[in-house]
């Protein structure tokens, strides 16, 4: 049988009252109390009839707009649950910042969205039946890219790389879409002129366990780019020496779970901290893992060697020791943002942007 279709008249109808009084029940829009018998009767016939009030109605009844949306899709796992995304240190400083710029400068809501079938039409359509804009961070799925193409709504790529990547076919899409993008790998190196400034000339690079030989995927890319990025600096300096060690792999890809790899790397090699004068970090976990092996051998960052970290992660604002971080330029990066976001909004149809963000060297304090 067909399955009828539930309403506040199927529920006013069985729970014999009137349309009015289940929607000023639910709406609680009543002016005169309802009786607690008439309460439960309607409450007991949607229990009943499994109904639930869609949010569209409830506007509509209240006289209310519903509240214009971005959507944010982690690209390399567009399947990773939101509360999961929202806790990951690379992106959840970025959807901090994000979410405050939008809520304050445009009034728009931020929504985290996943996609469990990245290969299926209809559920891409249905994740992006009511945005206004979509953000993407990391490689661009092509049917992802196609429906938005189709629906006109605007796409706007973040990475932390300038090479960009996609997944899937994207012709006859165009580049119809505003990339912006920080260089981690310029970070590393903005970090190496920063210390050798200071004096150093003998440096040790650690790098993630998610190197790209072991991982080639997501993590991969950013810890390559970090790693190049150090080298190069270490070849332009011709009176510079310096070591890359990795802490292993524990197919954990819990961020964290650096910490403590990168602590039990120099327990097993506590001599790669004799001798240095700098230890730069593929970021900030990787070096309070440093910092705490270093302290647990009589060693203190930033007396007996400088040490730095990157990405300048809120979770540890308030961690000992202090130590350099870089960063992107997150002020200049949301800013930049909403105005691409009114830009595409208003209609425009000049040329899409590629927009390099800076970064920045930030003393942890």
Same mark, same amino acid.
């Given at each position: 049988?067909?399955?009828?279709?539930?309403?506040?008249?199927?529920?006013?109808?069985? /729970?014999?009252? =009137?349309?009015?009084?289940?929607?000023?029940?639910?709406?609680?829009?009543?002016?005169?109390?309802?009786?607690?018998?008439?309460?439960?009767?309607?409450?007991?016939?949607?229990?009943? &009839?499994?109904?639930?009030?869609?949010?569209?109605?409830?506007?509509?009844?209240?006289?209310?707009?519903?509240?214009?949306?971005?959507?944010?899709?982690?690209?390399?796992?567009?399947?990773?649950?939101?509360?999961?995304?929202?806790?990951?240190?690379?992106?959840?400083?970025?959807?901090?910042?994000?979410?405050?710029?939008?809520?304050?400068?445009?009034?728009?809501?931020?929504?985290?969205?996943?996609?469990?079938?990245?290969?299926?039409?209809?559920?891409?359509?249905?994740?992006?039946?009511?945005?206004?804009?979509?953000?993407?961070?990391?490689?661009?799925?092509?049917?992802? %890219?196609?429906?938005?193409?189709?629906?006109?709504?605007?796409?706007?790529?973040?990475?932390?790389?300038?090479?960009?990547?996609?997944?899937?076919?994207?012709?006859?899409?165009?580049?119809?879409?505003?990339?912006?993008?920080?260089?981690?790998?310029?970070?590393?190196?903005?970090?190496?002129?920063?210390?050798?400034?200071?004096?150093?000339?003998?440096?040790?690079?650690?790098?993630?366990?998610?190197?790209?030989?072991?991982?080639?995927?997501?993590?991969?890319?950013?810890?390559?780019?970090?790693?190049?990025?150090?080298?190069?600096?270490?070849?332009?300096? =011709?009176?510079?020496?310096?070591?890359?060690?990795?802490?292993?792999? /524990?197919?954990? %890809?819990?961020?964290?779970?650096? %910490?403590?790899?990168?602590?039990?790397?120099?327990?097993?090699?506590?001599?790669?901290?004799?001798?240095?004068?700098?230890?730069?970090?593929?970021?900030?976990?990787?070096?309070?893992?440093?910092?705490?092996?270093?302290?647990?051998?009589?060693?203190?960052?930033?007396?007996?060697?400088?040490?730095?970290?990157?990405?300048?992660?809120?979770?540890?604002?308030?961690?000992?020791?202090?130590?350099?971080?870089?960063?992107?330029?997150?002020?200049?990066?949301?800013?930049?943002?909403?105005?691409?976001?009114? &830009?595409?909004?208003?209609?425009?149809?000049?040329?899409?942007?590629?927009?390099?963000?800076?970064?920045?060297?930030?003393?942890?304090?």
């Amino acid at each position: 049988m067909e399955e009828r279709k539930i309403n506040i008249n199927t529920i006013a109808k069985a /729970a014999k009252v =009137s349309t009015t009084t289940v929607s000023n029940f639910i709406n609680g829009t009543e002016m005169l109390p309802i009786s607690q018998d008439t309460r439960m009767r309607i409450r007991s016939v949607m229990r009943e &009839l499994n109904y639930r009030p869609h949010i569209g109605g409830v506007l509509m009844r209240r006289n209310l707009m519903r509240r214009s949306k971005v959507g944010f899709i982690l690209g390399d796992d567009c399947a990773c649950p939101p509360l999961h995304v929202a806790g990951t240190p690379l992106v959840s400083r970025l959807l901090v910042e994000l979410e405050h710029a939008l809520d304050f400068r445009l009034n728009l809501g931020l929504e985290i969205l996943q996609i469990k079938d990245e290969d299926s039409r209809s559920e891409w359509n249905a994740k992006l039946l009511d945005l206004d804009c979509v953000i993407n961070f990391g490689q661009i799925n092509g049917l992802m %890219f196609d429906t938005l193409f189709r629906r006109n709504v605007p796409l706007i790529e973040i990475y932390s790389a300038k090479e960009l990547r996609m997944h899937g076919d994207v012709a006859g899409c165009g580049g119809e879409f505003d990339f912006l993008y920080w260089r981690n790998d310029r970070q590393i190196g903005q970090l190496f002129d920063h210390f050798y400034a200071c004096g150093a000339r003998r440096f040790l690079f650690i790098s993630s366990c998610n190197v790209k030989d072991r991982r080639p995927e997501y993590y991969g890319f950013d810890a390559e780019a970090k790693l190049q990025g150090f080298l190069r600096a270490l070849k332009a300096h =011709s009176d510079a020496e310096g070591n890359v060690i990795s802490p292993r792999n /524990a197919n954990d %890809f819990n961020m964290f779970r650096e %910490f403590e790899l990168t602590r039990e790397l120099l327990k097993n090699e506590p001599a790669m901290l004799t001798n240095v004068d700098a230890v730069i970090c593929h970021n900030d976990i990787v070096a309070h893992g440093v910092a705490s092996a270093a302290m647990e051998m009589g060693k203190l960052p930033g007396r007996d060697f400088q040490l730095s970290g990157e990405g300048n992660f809120r979770e540890f604002q308030y961690w000992y020791p202090h130590f350099i971080t870089s960063s992107a330029d997150y002020a200049e990066l949301t800013c930049r943002v909403c105005e691409l976001i009114e &830009l595409r909004r208003s209609g425009a149809t000049e040329d899409f942007r590629e927009i390099e963000i800076p970064t920045l060297l930030l003393e942890r304090s």
